[in-house]
């Protein structure tokens, strides 16, 4: 199949890191998942905006192993610390922040008392970094933040165990199979969580190379639309099965799409105001839950409330 005419060759891949569509990307990503926490709009319930969040995980597995490996590849070894506390004060300090905020407003918030209650409860989860493990007992108003202890511990221990440990890519390549396919297995859904991680972690080591970059241009020679249907068809799917996995393979397929070609969909995700939403979706996924909430008491809404707190859509967890 011949290249296409808009299609990034994998020298100018190889030439610059920066990837313009992942802001626009982040930006969807960011107003499809306030759509999934919104469920008294009924036209929302069929746009699956969790699924968003996979969306998220594949980009950051994606661009951490790609800038390890040329970081790697330039000076011969990668600085772990540097990376580490590049990565702390890039999520903590906003953690932290958001934090702050969710605790005064629950606090000074007259309608908020059962929030306040729930929220100081799982507060020591919250500051230990494992927020994915405190709504055992129900959910809360902080809930959404369970994707910051993921990606914290996958910026930890990923790393660690494929740049510091492993020093052959193709057994990095193999390791990194492996572990997705034991995660698939074990079914959790932390696991499939980290899964997603690894599947952006698979697209950079196949793009690194020469024939694993062909073969993804192979693939992704296609119109727009075709990447578009398969968003379409996966939302269709997930109205009736939660399939983790698949949410994981059609993400890494569109942002894989995402960066090689060149054409339509790359103008539509640099278009400037989606970009400068997805430059600041960390924030704003952070604070957006409170936002509603607040929302929700000014305007009134039908919205199902369990307790104090309206209903969260996720996924549900198996395991």
């Not at 069929?46 to 951490?64: D, E």
């Not at 020591?124 to 994915?132: I, K």
């Not at 859904?189 to 793009?207: D, E, H, N």
């Not at 698949?246 to 989606?274: D, E, F, K």
Request: with cysteine; glycine share 8%; hydrophobic share 55%.
């Amino acid at each position: 199949m011949a290249r296409a005419r808009n299609e990034l060759s994998y020298d100018r891949y190889l030439a610059d890191s920066h990837r313009p569509a992942f802001d626009g990307m982040r930006g969807i990503g960011f107003l499809l998942v306030i759509t999934a926490h919104i469920p008294s709009v009924l036209l929302f319930g069929y746009l699956q905006g969790w699924s968003a969040v996979w969306v998220f995980f594949v980009i950051s597995g994606y661009l951490v192993t790609m800038l390890l490996k040329r970081e790697e590849k330039g000076n011969g070894r990668v600085a772990f610390g540097a990376f580490l506390i590049k990565r702390f004060f890039r999520i903590v300090p906003s953690y932290w922040m958001a934090i702050f905020i969710y605790g005064l407003a629950c606090f000074a918030i007259v309608p908020l008392p059962g929030d306040y209650e729930r929220f100081m409860a799982r507060l020591p989860y919250y500051l230990a970094f494992v927020p994915e493990y405190a709504d055992a007992n129900g959910l809360s108003i902080f809930t959404h933040s369970w994707t910051v202890g993921i990606e914290l511990k996958f910026y930890l221990l990923f790393p660690l165990a494929g740049f510091l440990i492993i020093k052959n890519d193709n057994w990095r390549i193999a390791a990194t199979f492996m572990a997705g396919v034991l995660l698939i297995w074990e079914g959790s859904f932390p696991a499939q969580s980290y899964c997603a991680f690894l599947f952006g972690a698979m697209l950079a080591f196949l793009l690194e190379r020469p024939r694993g970059y062909a073969l993804a241009a192979m693939l992704t020679r296609v119109p727009a639309v075709v990447p578009l249907a398969m968003i379409a068809a996966l939302f269709a799917m997930l109205r009736y099965v939660e399939q983790f996995t698949v949410v994981s393979m059609v993400a890494a397929y569109v942002v894989a799409y995402a960066i090689i070609q060149q054409g339509a969909m790359l103008r539509m995700l640099t278009w400037r105001p989606l970009a400068y939403l997805g430059q600041r979706s960390y924030g704003a996924y952070l604070l957006h839950f409170l936002a509603i909430r607040i929302g929700y008491m000014a305007f009134g809404s039908d919205t199902a409330v369990c307790g104090a707190t309206i209903k969260v859509r996720i996924p549900r967890q198996s395991g």
